[in-house]
């Protein structure tokens, strides 16, 4: 993604926090951008797809940041999913995104609600299966109900404390609070074999959520378009070993999960920051799928 189309994005999404998303037109866009009408299009077909970029772009750096975080580590440590989930909630408040979701959630537009219901989806997903690698097959069949309940805890905790306190809300401590809470709640849902969530709802939930990765063949054709216009720098270098490992029969996952990491953090502040943002996401997907 080149410079003009980042600027585009962080220009649209201050307007849109500081006006409001239905308050703020694309000539709006267009002044305060300085482009014209035909390079915001050549961008995205329409003003729900900027916010939907700019909802999806932050969606993939707290995807990239936790993967990155469970690098080497065990994925049974509790501690460790506290953080992965605090990452999530302290990018929404660095990039003051919560206005936007709340825009979206009570907007009557049905692309952008259902884009959210989705992303909502994905999020309870992940931690169902988080959960899954913490407590084991007991919890499976209870997953969903304990992610809802943790979701629901932190999300209704934030209300409350944002309406009712002027001082900053201290997300780490609250998301340990809510594990810790939840570390007596699973056991007693697993004994008691205890749910809600009907097995239909839990399904519907898994294929909203779902996210395709790309195969192999189209993995490798997008590196090699992307090595062929950046420069020969380290991220090059990244980029080609990346090329090389993904060509082979069977890639060693393991190397694809160190080296990936380095090759998104080669780009930061370059015009190719949200496009290796973007690769680096497609890498995890497929490297969750292999292992």
Same mark, same amino acid.
């Given at each position: 993604?080149?410079?003009?189309?980042?600027?585009?994005?962080?220009?649209? &999404?201050?307007?849109?926090?500081?006006? $409001?998303?239905?308050?703020?037109?694309?000539?709006?866009?267009?002044? #305060?951008?300085?482009?014209?009408?035909?390079?915001?299009?050549?961008?995205?077909?329409?003003?729900?797809?900027? +916010?939907?970029?700019?909802?999806?772009?932050?969606?993939?750096?707290?995807?990239?940041?936790? /993967?990155?975080?469970?690098?080497?580590?065990?994925?049974?440590?509790?501690?460790? +999913?506290?953080?992965?989930?605090?990452?999530?909630?302290?990018?929404?408040?660095?990039? %003051?995104?919560? *206005?936007?979701?709340? !825009? =979206?959630?009570?907007? *009557?537009?049905?692309?952008?609600?259902? @884009?959210?219901?989705?992303?909502?989806?994905?999020?309870?997903?992940?931690?169902?299966?988080?959960?899954?690698?913490?407590? $084991?097959?007991?919890? &499976?069949?209870?997953?969903?109900?304990?992610?809802?309940?943790? =979701? $629901?805890?932190?999300?209704?905790?934030? /209300?409350?404390? &944002?309406?009712?306190?002027?001082?900053?809300? %201290?997300?780490?401590?609250?998301?340990? @609070? =809510?594990?810790?809470?939840?570390?007596?709640?699973? *056991?007693?849902?697993?004994?008691?074999?205890?749910?809600?969530? *009907?097995?239909?709802?839990?399904? %519907?939930? +898994? !294929?909203?959520? #779902?996210?395709?990765?790309?195969?192999?063949? =189209?993995?490798?054709?997008?590196?090699?378009? @992307?090595?062929?216009?950046?420069?020969? !720098?380290?991220?090059?270098?990244?980029?080609? @070993?990346?090329?090389?490992?993904?060509?082979?029969?069977?890639?060693?996952?393991?190397?694809?999960?160190?080296?990936?990491?380095?090759?998104?953090?080669?780009?930061? $502040?370059? #015009?190719?920051?949200?496009?290796?943002?973007?690769?680096?996401?497609?890498?995890?997907?497929?490297?969750?799928?292999?292992?």
């Amino acid at each position: 993604m080149n410079d003009r189309k980042k600027q585009v994005l962080l220009t649209a &999404k201050q307007l849109f926090i500081d006006n $409001g998303f239905q308050a703020t037109s694309i000539q709006d866009i267009l002044d #305060e951008a300085h482009i014209s009408k035909g390079t915001f299009y050549n961008y995205f077909s329409s003003k729900n797809e900027c +916010l939907m970029a700019i909802l999806r772009d932050a969606y993939y750096v707290s995807f990239l940041r936790r /993967n990155e975080l469970a690098i080497g580590k065990d994925l049974t440590d509790i501690e460790l +999913l506290s953080e992965q989930i605090h990452i999530r909630l302290s990018m929404n408040r660095q990039q %003051n995104l919560l *206005p936007l979701f709340e !825009t =979206v959630v009570h907007s *009557p537009d049905d692309e952008l609600r259902e @884009f959210v219901r989705q992303m909502h989806f994905r999020e309870l997903a992940w931690i169902a299966k988080r959960l899954s690698d913490i407590y $084991g097959e007991d919890i &499976k069949a209870y997953a969903f109900d304990c992610a809802s309940l943790l =979701v $629901g805890f932190i999300q209704h905790s934030l /209300n409350i404390m &944002k309406s009712s306190s002027a001082e900053e809300i %201290n997300t780490k401590q609250l998301v340990t @609070f =809510v594990m810790q809470r939840m570390e007596v709640v699973i *056991p007693d849902m697993i004994e008691r074999q205890s749910s809600f969530l *009907p097995l239909d709802t839990v399904e %519907n939930i +898994l !294929t909203s959520a #779902e996210m395709h990765p790309l195969t192999q063949e =189209v993995l490798i054709e997008k590196l090699q378009l @992307f090595s062929q216009d950046i420069p020969n !720098t380290n991220g090059k270098q990244y980029a080609l @070993f990346l090329l090389e490992e993904l060509s082979t029969d069977s890639p060693r996952t393991y190397l694809l999960e160190s080296v990936v990491r380095s090759f998104r953090q080669a780009f930061e $502040g370059t #015009e190719w920051q949200l496009q290796a943002i973007e690769l680096s996401a497609a890498m995890w997907l497929f490297i969750d799928k292999t292992e």
